[in-house]
């Protein structure tokens, strides 16, 4: 199973899961969005030995020799830039990395036949939804180039499979990844200032951050502040295994899916909880809205829920106390 953005946030617990479900991951990643020693560590909790690339997806090149190493079952694509503040200022990085790494990665996957392959979709298509819970069928737009990637490589998805039927794809649009492996040696591990909402808690609790602003308590939600669907990374994780397993058994090309817990939570509810978690009175200030947040969405679980017979089991109590585990390890490490 080839898995671009291996050494990700997401893409790592992956490996991990399919390691753990008897696959041989092959990671493919250019590191540039995250630190060689994680494949180290991929080999301390699994107790395999990781078989991995330093290449960027656009290597055609290089990218290919990989393909034609070992015989490819499974593509899972998630190497991509993901930051939506970034994408404002910078909308050509994100077309030059999230275009033309999916566009190569395709053509190798239709050069060798490839049978399934997995894209790292976002709620972020869903824009600012007027519905919620949000469905698969929900309207897609964006607003972000950020989003507006993740919307048009769906599209691009759906014009290739249609092209190279014996591709089955399936899109997993993920609500808001949160927690680490349970052993904490792999997290979310931001570079610089985080985006979002929970290394952001973490960082401040371990005083590399001095406070968090809550942006905006000002929303018409029961506290104020904005509700989001929080989803353990090891659900998620097993959500692309469930989804390649599905794949195999299917006739349909395309498939898309929310990977989401069904539920939501206030940021005044995740700080609380962290709060509860970890014993740690958290500094925080209420500050201004952050421009291009919506107020409120979660998603409707039953498409995935009953095809692929998956289900988020993990608690927001357990992502946090992972995470807390993680940012704890990762402050040692690079001490
Ligand atoms: C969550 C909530 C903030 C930081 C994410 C990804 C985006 C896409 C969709 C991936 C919001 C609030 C945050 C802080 C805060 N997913 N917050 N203070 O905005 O839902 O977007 O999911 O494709 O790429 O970024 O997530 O974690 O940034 O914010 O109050 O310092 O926390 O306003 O309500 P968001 P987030």
Redesign the pocket.
Known sequence: MLVTGGAGYIGSHTVVTLIEKGYTPIIIDDFRNANQDVIERLSKITGEEIIYFNVACQDSFRLKGVFGQFPIEGVIHFAAD???GESVEKPLKYFENNFGGLTSILELVQEFEVKNFVFSS???VYGDPEVIPVTEESPVSYNSP??FT?KVCEEMIEQFVASCPIVKATLLR????VGAHESGLIGEEPDGK?????P?ITQTAAGVRKE?????DDYDTPDG????DYIHVVDLAEAHVAALENAMNSTENLMVFNVGTGKGSS?LE?IKTFEEETGIELPYKI?P??EG??KE?YANTDKVNQTLNWESRKTINEAIATSWKFEKYIRELRK
């Open positions: 993901k930051a939506v976002s709620c972020t950020y989003g993740k993920y609500f808001n990844p985080p985006n979002n909402l929970l952001f968090l602003t809550v942006f905006g502040t904005c509700i989001r940021v995740m500050g809205r952050r947040d919506i969405i």
